[in-house]
């Protein structure tokens, strides 16, 4: 079991930049997971963001945020950050972290953990 919290979600303006964070929790050690980032915007599907492997020497990232978005893991403290910087108004939405098996996938149903989620919000 893997207990998951994100927090460094808030409003801010178009073009500003926001640093999320994911803290792991786990008897296993959440060093061992992979981790992902997915969003979910009001009325729309949940959607990959980004992720990162347990070593943190593999990442992947939707088209619509390379260049603009950047995934890291600290594993000492068994946290992963997504570092979004341009944020563009249409980036606005609850931002979840998910752990799973050592995998760079985009799909969320390989992601046994979820957290709660942190609300992003960009204003024009």
């Known amino acids: 079991q893997v207990r998951l919290v994100e927090s460094g979600g808030g409003l801010v303006q178009a073009g500003g930049s926001l640093r999320l964070s994911c803290a792991a929790s786990?008897?296993?050690?959440?060093?061992?997971?992979?981790m992902g980032w997915f969003r979910q915007a009001p009325g729309k599907e949940r959607e990959f963001v980004a992720a990162?492997?347990?070593?943190?020497?593999?990442?992947s990232y939707a088209d619509f945020v390379k260049g603009r978005f950047t995934v890291s893991r600290d594993n000492a403290k068994s946290t992963v950050y997504l570092q979004m910087n341009s944020l563009k108004p249409e980036d606005t939405a609850v931002y979840y972290c998910?752990?799973?098996?050592?995998?760079?996938?985009?799909?969320?149903?390989?992601?046994?953990?979820w957290g709660q989620g942190t609300q992003v919000t960009v204003s024009s």
């Open positions: 786990s008897g296993r050690g959440g060093s061992s997971y992979a």
């Open positions: 998910a752990a799973g098996s050592d995998t760079t996938s985009r799909s969320a149903s390989v992601y046994p953990y």
């Open positions: 990162i492997r347990s070593s943190g020497g593999m990442t």
